[in-house]
């Protein structure tokens, strides 16, 4: 449920009715606008008498939020949240180019790496450390030495850090990392998202292979409503019968979430796609649709990478797309 307060309401009057609302055992989440204030109650709601709350002299209206997830609703929310790592913005209307390795796999490839997106205009890196591997023979990341290499490669360039976290075990290791990424094997880990409730960092949520945008937002809901409210969210392809691309990039999934959702969206085209020549339409066609920003693989040598080779654009490669996306934002704008 939803309460929106009239404008200029007094504070003690706003308060005294708070208050009340969590005598009955709400949870009241505040989201303070330039407009309105809007209070949206999680917890059971069946108790409240929505024409009495209706009927009182600061309040607006009073909607019953229909959907399961209440923390991470647009309604909850009105204005876009704005996900702030470092100096970096993310969300209502700041865009973010995201770029760096699949994985890090030396001190020389993640620094050089990092130097060239820099130079091109990334400002978040990306490069995981712990990687889910489909094989359980395959390289599966240099994992806590990894984690080193990203925090020199962020001293050499100012980039701060997104990299994946798969158990939570490791979180004490993750205590430098600027955003953690939940990838899309571990979408419904719901332990693990719960986890991520106490940790003061954003959150890059990855949707599953085979989830809905409804199950994604349930996961979002998870860790807000254990406490952690900066989660941006990724669309990265999903499970269909495309047979030529490694998943079929759901575009429409960008539009659809900002109605829904007041979080920031990120695009994946990397792994939506498994290909480096259809990442950079990929990566306009989500700029064009209204993403908030983009996550890239970027490799100084993508023949010989140990991870994803095959999407990973050169360095060069991703010069040229950010000014392609550069005038695409400029063309929507
Ligand atoms: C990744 O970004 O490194 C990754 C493994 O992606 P996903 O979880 O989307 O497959
Ligand atoms: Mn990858």
């Given at each position: 449920?939803?309460?929106?307060?009239?404008?200029?309401?007094?504070?003690?009057?706003?308060?005294?009715?708070?208050?009340?609302?969590?005598?009955?055992?709400?949870?009241?989440?505040?989201?303070?606008?330039?407009?309105?204030?809007?209070?949206?109650?999680?917890?059971?709601?069946?108790?409240?008498?929505?024409?009495?709350?209706?009927?009182?002299?600061?309040?607006?209206?009073?909607?019953?939020?229909?959907?399961?997830?209440?923390?991470?609703n647009r309604k909850f929310h009105p204005e876009s949240l704005v996900v702030e790592v470092g100096d970096v913005k993310v969300g209502a209307g700041n865009f973010v180019m995201i770029a760096g390795p699949?994985?890090?796999?030396?001190?020389?490839?993640?620094?050089?790496?990092?130097?060239?997106?820099?130079?091109?205009?990334?400002?978040?890196?990306?490069?995981?450390?712990?990687?889910?591997?489909?094989?359980?023979?395959?390289?599966?990341?240099?994992k806590a030495e990894g984690l080193e290499l990203l925090k020199i490669a962020r001293a050499e360039t100012g980039l701060p850090i997104v990299t994946e976290l798969m158990n939570i075990n490791d979180l004490?290791?993750?205590?430098?990392?600027?955003?953690?990424?939940?990838?899309?094997?571990?979408?419904?880990?719901?332990?693990?998202?719960?986890?991520?409730?106490?940790?003061?960092?954003?959150?890059?949520?990855?949707?599953?292979?085979?989830?809905?945008?409804?199950?994604?937002?349930?996961?979002?809901?998870?860790?807000?409503?254990?406490?952690?409210?900066?989660?941006?969210?990724?669309?990265?392809?999903?499970?269909?019968?495309?047979?030529?691309?490694?998943?079929?990039?759901?575009?429409?999934?960008?539009?659809?979430?900002?109605?829904?959702?007041?979080?920031?969206?990120?695009?994946?085209?990397?792994?939506?796609?498994?290909?480096?020549?259809?990442?950079?339409?990929?990566?306009?066609?989500?700029?064009?649709?209204?993403?908030?920003?983009?996550?890239?693989?970027?490799?100084?040598?993508?023949?010989?990478?140990?991870?994803?080779?095959?999407?990973?654009?050169?360095?060069?490669?991703?010069?040229?797309?950010?000014?392609?996306?550069?005038?695409?934002?400029?063309?929507?704008?």
């Amino acid at each position: 449920m939803i309460v929106v307060l009239k404008h200029g309401v007094p504070e003690e009057k706003r308060a005294q009715l708070i208050a009340w609302l969590q005598g009955l055992g709400l949870r009241i989440h505040i989201s303070d606008g330039e407009f309105q204030t809007v209070l949206g109650l999680v917890g059971d709601t069946s108790r409240v008498d929505i024409d009495l709350v209706e009927s009182l002299d600061i309040v607006d209206s009073v909607k019953r939020v229909s959907e399961p997830f209440k923390m991470c609703n647009r309604k909850f929310h009105p204005e876009s949240l704005v996900v702030e790592v470092g100096d970096v913005k993310v969300g209502a209307g700041n865009f973010v180019m995201i770029a760096g390795p699949c994985s890090v796999e030396s001190e020389e490839q993640i620094v050089t790496v990092a130097k060239a997106v820099k130079a091109a205009g990334a400002t978040l890196m990306r490069g995981g450390a712990f990687k889910p591997r489909t094989s359980p023979y395959d390289f599966a990341g240099l994992k806590a030495e990894g984690l080193e290499l990203l925090k020199i490669a962020r001293a050499e360039t100012g980039l701060p850090i997104v990299t994946e976290l798969m158990n939570i075990n490791d979180l004490p290791l993750f205590e430098d990392v600027d955003v953690i990424q939940i990838g899309a094997r571990n979408m419904q880990n719901f332990d693990l998202l719960r986890e991520l409730g106490s940790v003061d960092k954003p959150i890059l949520l990855k949707r599953g292979l085979a989830n809905t945008l409804k199950e994604l937002l349930m996961s979002a809901e998870y860790i807000m409503a254990s406490g952690n409210e900066r989660v941006m969210l990724c669309e990265r392809g999903i499970r269909t019968f495309s047979d030529y691309t490694r998943n079929t990039l759901d575009l429409s999934a960008v539009p659809m979430l900002r109605e829904l959702t007041h979080l920031p969206i990120i695009v994946d085209p990397s792994h939506a796609t498994g290909i480096a020549r259809l990442v950079p339409p990929m990566a306009l066609a989500a700029t064009a649709a209204g993403a908030d920003g983009l996550i890239i693989e970027v490799h100084n040598d993508p023949i010989h990478a140990l991870c994803d080779g095959a999407q990973s654009l050169r360095p060069e490669e991703f010069a040229a797309l950010a000014e392609k996306v550069r005038a695409v934002r400029e063309a929507i704008r």
